[in-house]
Structure formats: C-alpha cells, structure tokens
C-alpha cells in the first residue's frame, strides 16, 4: 500500500479533504485537513480518518498511522 493510496483513500472518505501523507511502508502519518472535523473532537476527528483505511488495518497492509486533523482554518493557523 502506497503512500499515495492512502491519501486518495483517505480524500475520498473525508468530504473536501486534503491529506499530507508522510513516511514509508506500512507505517505513515497523515495531516488532513477538512472543513467537515469542525466541532468534532479529536478522537471523533480520528475516527472519521481511521473509517476510510481500516481495511487496510485489518488485513495488515497498514500497520499504523498517525493522524493529525485540522479543519482549513486550524491548519493556516497552525503550519507556520
């Protein structure tokens, strides 16, 4: 599994999603960044990411991800 296919799993899965994806093999983290996080708690925010690979948990093809949500307005304040 592709950092790649990762990000386009995870864009799909989050309305209006922006994933950065980082690292190597079945060990990544993810930035994303949705306006659809607004409200949501972190763990809640973790949860909507986690839905969109956790077939890819499940069958070992990913191993971990760390996960860091923003909504767009988090994420300019926040990546200087």
Same mark, same amino acid.
């Given at each position: #599994? *592709? %950092?790649?296919? $990762? &990000? !386009?799993?995870? /864009?799909?899965? =989050?309305?209006?999603?922006?994933?950065?994806? *980082?690292? @190597?093999?079945?060990?990544? /983290?993810?930035? =994303?960044? *949705?306006? +659809?996080? /607004?409200? !949501?708690? #972190?763990?809640?925010?973790? &949860? #909507? $990411?986690?839905?969109? =690979?956790?077939?890819?948990?499940?069958?070992? @093809?990913?191993?971990?991800?760390?996960? &860091? +949500?923003?909504? !767009? %307005? @988090?994420? @300019? /304040?926040? !990546? *200087?």
């Amino acid at each position: #599994m *592709s %950092a790649e296919d $990762v &990000k !386009k799993l995870i /864009e799909d899965g =989050v309305e209006g999603a922006q994933a950065i994806i *980082s690292g @190597e093999g079945c060990n990544l /983290e993810a930035i =994303v960044i *949705s306006d +659809a996080f /607004e409200g !949501k708690t #972190m763990l809640a925010e973790q &949860k #909507m $990411v986690y839905a969109t =690979v956790n077939h890819l948990i499940q069958t070992g @093809e990913l191993h971990a991800l760390g996960i &860091k +949500a923003y909504t !767009k %307005a @988090e994420w @300019e /304040e926040n !990546k *200087s």
